[in-house]
């Protein structure tokens, strides 16, 4: 099965930022939209887009600023994310694509689907950023985002061990077991980017206020008129399960699956469990 090391690589201009897309399948259009910090699309999406090509043409999209992109013109937010998505599947010419986004990729699409709802035909919510306000660490995890030097410090920390990499990973998964070698050098890797996390940073102090997260969808979840699958580890310390259970509820047309022994990661925790559920929603 092809996968995205054998993608086709296209690179989309929008606004002056070049966007890299990764292309692959044959099938209904399904666009995967990875998280922040360290991630790409190969990094969140490598070992669950084999198991896809074969019902969908699988669209991968590096964000501005992450993987293979050119930095973003903007601050980055959730709202210039949303609007590069837009851009996007225009210049791609897809008209009603099915949207995954895990993290805050999942906020994006949220975000997006919430603004256009005739261009998505199916949602796929995966430890979705955007389901809730507050901060986690609260007061404290605010004043962190703001303290000088200590984000390019803890990258700088991580690009020297190996050994804190795996220690990092292991905190937001639900089961160590799921920290294999593989994933840990595709981190490393990853960190070792120039300007790794520059951009992630960026957007946490655009993002994390002192009252609160900026992107807070609750009280639209409601309105949102897109059939929703919202997926979420049971084990996720960053993002409260408990954010996902009250989206199933206030989304009008909803599936909510929890993962047990999975943190904030299945696309790399439980591949096989998470392709299952997204051919499963879409082809019903």
Known sequence: MPGLS???????????????????????????????????????WRAVVPALTGQFTVYAPDWPGYGAS????????????????GELLDELQLDSPALAGISMGGGVALSYALD?????????LVDSYGLGGHVPGGYLGYLFTRLPYVSEFTWAILRRSRWLVAVSLRAIVGDPSAVSEELVDDVV??????????????????????RGLQTNYVDRLPD???PTLVVHGESDPLVPVEWAVRAGILLPDATVRILPDCGHWPPRERPERLVDLIETFINQ
């Open 116 to 124: 256009r709802p005739d261009r998505v035909s199916h949602l796929v």
């Open 6 to 44: 054998t993608a086709t690589e296209e690179y989309v201009e929008v606004d002056g930022t070049a966007v890299r897309c990764l292309i692959t399948g044959d099938g209904s259009p399904l666009v995967l939209l990875h998280g922040g910090g360290l991630d790409s699309a190969m990094l969140s």
């Open 224 to 226: 949102l008129r897109v």
């Open 70 to 85: 050119d930095c973003p013109t903007e601050p980055p937010t959730t709202d210039y994310y949303r609007d590069v998505l």
């Open 189 to 210: 890797a990853a960190i070792r980017r120039p300007g790794a996390g520059q951009t992630f940073s960026a957007f946490q102090r655009a993002e994390v206020g002192p």
